[in-house]
């Protein structure tokens, strides 16, 4: 979803609104209670009743991802961006691509320009303007260091730096920063509490001016190098 | 409110920079950190103050950037302080100057001083409720630090600061 981004989030969030808006609750109220210890029959069914309605914007979720990515790769512009993001994606999910076709001209897939050769690699995709340079967790403190450079040849101003945890589908906001002024070159230092249970962090870089995301990036810390302080 | 406080290129005095921390500065930083563990024993082991330790950084609740005197002409890191801005226990950010130094050759040249005007003004950019300092307990160092901060500056003595060591503790 992140490769897609906004497009594809906003349709999910549409057919959500559509078709469950009066449910959803009932998934906070499952949520909520599923833990407790002593379970009365009124808890067992919101566990159910919730359950049911998890299982069934699942299957939604899956349904517009599936239908979404047929749209994307039957589009007739073989050089569309949408179209190439979604064969990258697959290849790089192991899938053979090889007997896609271009509608129009019938070429194959193997004449997409996915990579232009001409170029280099920087003016393709653009310079990434904030890269992240090491994570590690503070074993003693149990934190969460993020090491992000300004990776510009500018100073940027007005930077606005959040780190989200995810629990089941909310995101919650651990730490909230605006940066003034990030120097080019400058690196900084992000540290977040390691909550219990929870796994997966997201960082966000945004531009507070354009509201343009420069960074986003996804932190399992089952995977990060751990460090005494 | 830092981009008022440029402190990665502002010229302070004609052969002094304040500047933010970089990886670079971590050996010349230790060495000024290892006189200060010399003279009051700030508990500075080499492994804890890491390359990435003085770089401005965030957490919920503390903020906190090492400034960094550099003689413009030898590019020689000639004096550091830590500041950070924590949320006390009402709800207020303290600002603290803390692990203050200059190297010993360039002592009484004032660059305490610009290091310390600096950083008042980042912590008053930040929000804080007031400005805390630490002072060695040496009488001597005291009297002349109350001088500089006191009479220039208006810091006043508020409270006394007792630290008791765990790793001295005996059963």
Known sequence: MGIFGDELIKLITEKIKLNFEEKLFEIIEYLDVKDEIIKTAIIKKKIERGLQIKNELNDLIHLNIRSYFNDAIKQHDHLSIKKQKAISFLTLKGYNVSHIKAINGGSEFLNLQLFDSDKKGDEFFGKECFIVKNINIIEDSNELEILVQNNTNEDRENVITTINHVEEYFEKEILQEEIDFWFQGEEILFISPILPRINEYLLFIIDKKTNEKCLSKKIDISLVNKIKS | ?171
């Open chain 2, 1 to 171: 409110m830092i981009k008022k406080e440029k402190l990665m290129s502002e010229q302070l005095e004609t052969d002094i920079i304040v500047r933010n921390y970089r990886t670079s500065d971590y050996e010349e930083t230790l060495e000024i950190l290892e006189h200060l563990q010399d003279k009051y024993d700030i508990g500075l082991t080499e492994e804890i103050w890491r390359e990435s330790s003085g770089l401005r950084q965030f957490k919920p609740n503390l903020k906190r950037i090492t400034l960094i005197a550099e003689d413009i002409k030898s590019g020689e890191v000639v004096g550091m302080g830590v500041i950070e801005a924590k949320k006390d226990s009402i709800g207020r950010y303290i600002g603290y100057l803390d692990n203050w130094a200059t190297k010993p050759n360039y002592i009484g040249r004032g660059i305490g001083k610009v290091l310390a005007e600096k950083a008042i003004s980042i912590l008053k950019s930040w929000g804080c409720y007031s400005i805390r300092i630490n002072l060695g307990y040496d009488i001597a160092s005291v009297k002349k630090l109350m001088n500089i901060m006191g009479k220039n500056m208006g810091f006043k003595p508020m409270f006394i600061v007792l630290e008791k060591k765990f790793e001295n503790e005996k059963e």
